[in-house]
């Protein structure tokens, strides 16, 4: 499985809405609703931050907001803050419980 | 609150075997499936295995296929990743993580492998 097509990084000024794009195949996130992103912070965890393409989990902030058009799905984060300066990565289900996730992300906030 | 903590993570030989750990706590663990996902250096997120419930249904990336293998042991609370003919490309961080529907919920802090001679 090819991984997932991210941009390296994406910048914004506080306040700004930027937008992370993850570009699959007609086999993974063309195929299936059900991409998810993840937020990591130097040295920590990985975060669910959207789940089956457009969902919140518990806790997480609306100003992230996720889409899919055809072979591409889009994390948007509205009301850029410091604290959002991290690593994202997307995650689409690729059928036969198999996952493949996307290159990553660099978030920086200017 | 729900904690996974991995362990069994060192310095290893390429041909060599290690095992990973993931004790888990705060949620009914038998009633969740189970994933390893790794992070090598300088390098993105890799999903690497699952493990149904129960524990009869198992598959893997096809990068670890046939040289890992993930178990597990509900009575302990305890998730499993057996690496066998580890390679250089295997060094990592190696996460356990909650499996949602098709997510991974939550995540612990990963144990760190590397292969080196």
């Known amino acids: 499985q090819s991984a997932l097509t991210q941009p390296a990084s994406v910048s914004g000024s506080p306040g700004q809405s930027i937008t992370i794009s993850c570009t699959g195949t007609s086999s993974d996130v063309g195929s299936y609703n059900l991409v998810s992103w993840y937020q990591q912070h130097p040295g920590k965890a990985p975060k669910l931050m959207i789940y089956?393409?457009?969902k919140w989990p518990s806790g997480v902030s609306n100003r992230f907001s996720g889409s899919k058009s055809g072979n591409t799905a889009s994390l948007t984060i509205s009301g850029l803050q410091a604290e959002d300066e991290a690593d994202y990565y997307c995650c689409s289900y690729a059928g036969s419980s198999i996952y493949v996730f996307g290159t990553g992300t660099k978030v920086t906030v200017l | 609150q729900v904690q996974l903590v991995e362990s069994g993570g060192g310095v290893v030989q390429p041909g060599r075997s290690l095992r990973l750990s993931c004790a888990a706590s705060g949620f009914t663990f038998s009633t969740y499936s189970m994933h390893w996902i790794r992070r090598a250096p300088g390098k993105g997120l890799e999903w690497v295995a699952v493990i149904s419930y129960h524990g009869s249904d198992k598959y893997y990336a096809d990068s670890v296929k046939g040289r890992f293998t993930i178990s597990r042991d509900n009575s302990k609370n305890t998730l499993y990743l057996q690496m066998n003919s580890l390679r250089a490309e295997d060094t990592a961080v190696y996460y356990c993580?909650?499996?949602?529907?098709?997510?991974?919920?939550?995540w612990g802090q990963g144990t760190l492998v590397t292969v080196s001679s």
């Open positions: 089956e393409g457009s």
């Open positions: 993580a909650i499996g949602g529907n098709t997510y991974f919920d939550y």
